[in-house]
C-alpha cells in the first residue's frame, strides 16, 4: 500500500500563488506516472495535471494550462503542483495519486490511478 501525503494547500486571494507537495512512501515512486486531481463541493473530481515517470509528458486541464505546473522530484519521492493566477474556480480540494499500471506516457482518467492521498483544501477568494 503507498501512502501519498499532500501539503501545500490554504487560502488565498486571486491572483495570488501557491505550491503542492506530495511525498509518497514508496521505493517504487520513480516506476509509476502520477496526478494531480481536484474536486469542488458538488462536482466531480477531475485532473488538473500529469506527470509520467520521467517527467517528459505533463497533460494539463485545459483550464490550467499555461497557469499551472507539474514537476516530480524521484529523488525525494515527491510530486509538485506549482500554481500560478490562481481563480476562485480553483477552488475545491486537490489530491495526490499513483497511476496504477506502468506506462511511458502519463495517464488522464480518473480510474487509471489506484492509490490516492488524502487531499489538501485550496481556496481562492475573489
Known amino acids: 500500500q503507498v501512502r501519498l501525503e499532500e501539503s501545500g494547500g490554504g487560502f488565498v486571494q486571486a491572483g495570488d500563488s501557491l505550491r503542492l507537495s506530495c511525498l509518497a512512501s514508496?521505493?517504487?515512486?520513480?516506476?509509476?506516472?502520477m496526478g494531480w486531481f481536484r474536486q469542488a463541493p458538488g462536482k466531480e473530481r477531475e485532473l488538473v495535471a500529469a506527470?509520467?515517470?520521467?517527467?517528459?509528458?505533463?497533460p494539463y486541464a485545459d483550464s490550467v494550462k499555461g497557469r499551472f505546473t507539474i514537476s516530480r522530484d524521484n529523488a525525494k519521492n515527491t510530486v509538485y503542483l506549482e500554481m500560478e493566477s490562481l481563480k476562485p474556480e480553483d477552488s475545491g480540494v486537490y489530491y495526490c495519486a499513483r497511476a496504477r499500471a506502468h506506462s511511458p506516457y502519463a495517464f488522464t482518467q480518473l480510474e487509471d490511478y489506484a492509490d490516492w492521498g488524502q487531499g489538501t483544501q485550496v481556496t481562492v477568494t475573489s
Open positions: 514508496t521505493r517504487t515512486f520513480n516506476n509509476f506516472g
Open positions: 506527470i509520467n515517470w520521467n517527467g517528459k509528458y505533463t
